[in-house]
C-alpha cells in the first residue's frame, strides 16, 4: 500500500536524493535553485512552490503546488478508503458491538 510514510521512510529515499549544486541564501532569505533542476522539474518564473521543514534532519525539500495537491488528493483517497472500510466493518459487526 502506497502512503507518505513509506514514501519517505520506508524506501531507499536517500538514493532518489542528488547533489544539485550549491545556493546562496540572499538577505531577504532567497535563493536561486539551480537551471538543471528547474528545467529537469519544469519550473518556470513565477511557479509557486511549498517548502517542506524537516526537522530531525534540519533540510528543505521544494516540491511543485501539483505536485503538493497530487499528495493531498492522494491522502484525500485514503483517508475514504479508511472510512469506508470503517463504515463496512460497522455495519457487518454482531449486534452489540456499535
Do not use: C
Not at 525539500?61 to 485514503?78: C, L
Amino acid at each position: 500500500m502506497y502512503n507518505m510514510y513509506n514514501m519517505l521512510y520506508m524506501t531507499n529515499f536517500h538514493q532518489a536524493i542528488h547533489l544539485a549544486g550549491t545556493v546562496t541564501v540572499g538577505p531577504k532569505g532567497q535563493v536561486v535553485i539551480p537551471a538543471d533542476v528547474r528545467e529537469g522539474m519544469g519550473i518556470a518564473p513565477g511557479d509557486k512552490l511549498v517548502a517542506l521543514y524537516f526537522d530531525q534532519k534540519k533540510s528543505i525539500a521544494f516540491i511543485t503546488e501539483d505536485q503538493a495537491q497530487a499528495y493531498i488528493e492522494q491522502m484525500g483517497d485514503k483517508f475514504t478508503q479508511f472510512k469506508n472500510q470503517l463504515t463496512q466493518q460497522a455495519d457487518t459487526a454482531p449486534e452489540g458491538w456499535d
